[in-house]
């Protein structure tokens, strides 16, 4: 079988599975993992960030990292498919006592007129105030699509002019970043804090991390304990982690080669596809799914008319030829 449903779905390699064994550990609630505070200084690093903490999940890095911008009877404004808003069962809400509103747009991108319209720090003794903004890059149910930097800039400008702070959700910024050849530097420059995840295109079991400043990271470190994420010799996930960021970087360009080929077999434009996700519309989705399954590829529905592919690290060149042609035949 060759799956598609998801970039979850990849297994540690013999190579990660071997720098996990040989990880240096210690208690990482105690402060004493040596390997989990390398992999926090090392994506901290990367995004110009003073800090960063690894979590079980990205969720929980979504949660720890919108709720050090916003305060419970406060709101963030996010795109309507987000996956804080979407995806989280509704943890924002139920954990911060945060509310939400959000702007559409079908490829999930930032409408600065539209957050302009939306934004409301401070209207009087009635209304929820605005303290946040958040983004997702690249956007998950808009098909993998890639946020332009020069948006993000109009954005943190705007926010920064009118006191508001930017949430990203980077769980695949990677992909952005090897997409667009933007460094990861410039992405953690138009935010005040950011999510991102280990365990979707990179490859590794387990981990995200929320990046930001010390003093954030200090409280949410406080937060994860209080919410169960308090993890002990946990170097053995961030050594996969490294052995990612060492490894599997770059090789996303081949997961996005694969993502276009599979879009031209399917009829949908690659010019349209900016990363490892692509997004085909079928009136017959369920069938298109079992029929695609029949002949040993499996892809996903995300909704009664639409079928999801998601190219990754366990999906090889021949992988991606085999399931081109299956899903050329099957898409008629
Ligand atoms: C996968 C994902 C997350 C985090 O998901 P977990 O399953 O909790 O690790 C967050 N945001 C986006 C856009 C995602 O695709």
Not at 107 to 116: E, N
Not at 294 to 312: D, F, I, K
């Amino acid at each position: 079988m060759i799956d598609l449903r998801s970039d979850t779905l990849t297994t540690p390699t013999d190579k990660m599975r071997a720098a996990m064994a040989r990880a240096e550990v210690g208690d990482d609630v105690y402060g004493e993992d040596p390997t989990v505070a390398r992999l926090e200084e090392r994506v901290a690093g990367l995004f110009g960030h003073e800090a960063a903490l690894f979590t079980p999940t990205g969720s929980m890095a979504n949660v720890l990292a919108v709720r050090s911008l916003v305060q419970a009877g406060q709101e963030v404004l996010c795109e309507a498919s987000a996956h804080i808003a979407r995806a989280e069962l509704g943890a924002h809400g139920a954990y911060t006592g945060l509310t939400m509103r959000t702007w559409i747009h079908r490829r999930g991108q930032v409408d600065l007129p539209t957050i302009q319209t939306l934004f409301a720090p401070d209207m009087g003794p009635f209304f929820v105030p605005t303290a946040a903004i958040s983004v997702e890059n690249t956007h998950n149910f808009a098909g993998g699509a890639v946020l332009p930097l020069q948006d993000l800039r109009d954005l943190r400008e705007f926010a920064t002019g009118a006191g508001a702070r930017v949430h990203m959700d980077g769980a695949r910024i990677w992909n952005a970043h090897v997409a667009t050849g933007t460094p990861l530097a410039e992405y953690g420059a138009v935010a005040d804090v950011l999510a991102v995840c280990l365990s979707k295109g990179l490859g590794a079991p387990v981990g995200s991390l929320m990046v930001g400043s010390r003093d954030a990271i200090a409280e949410a470190r406080i937060w994860r304990k209080r919410m169960g994420g308090g993890m002990r010799q946990v170097g053995i996930l961030a050594a996969a982690g490294l052995h990612a960021l060492d490894h599997h970087v770059e090789r996303l360009a081949d997961d996005h080669a694969h993502a276009r080929l599979l879009a031209e077999a399917c009829g949908v434009d690659p010019a349209t596809v900016d990363t490892n996700i692509v997004v085909v519309q079928r009136s017959d989705a369920a069938d298109f799914v079992a029929a695609a399954r029949a002949e040993g590829v499996l892809v996903a529905t995300v909704g009664p008319t639409a079928v999801r592919l998601v190219t990754h690290l366990d999906v090889s060149d021949a992988d991606a030829e085999r399931a081109a042609a299956v899903l050329a035949r099957v898409a008629g």
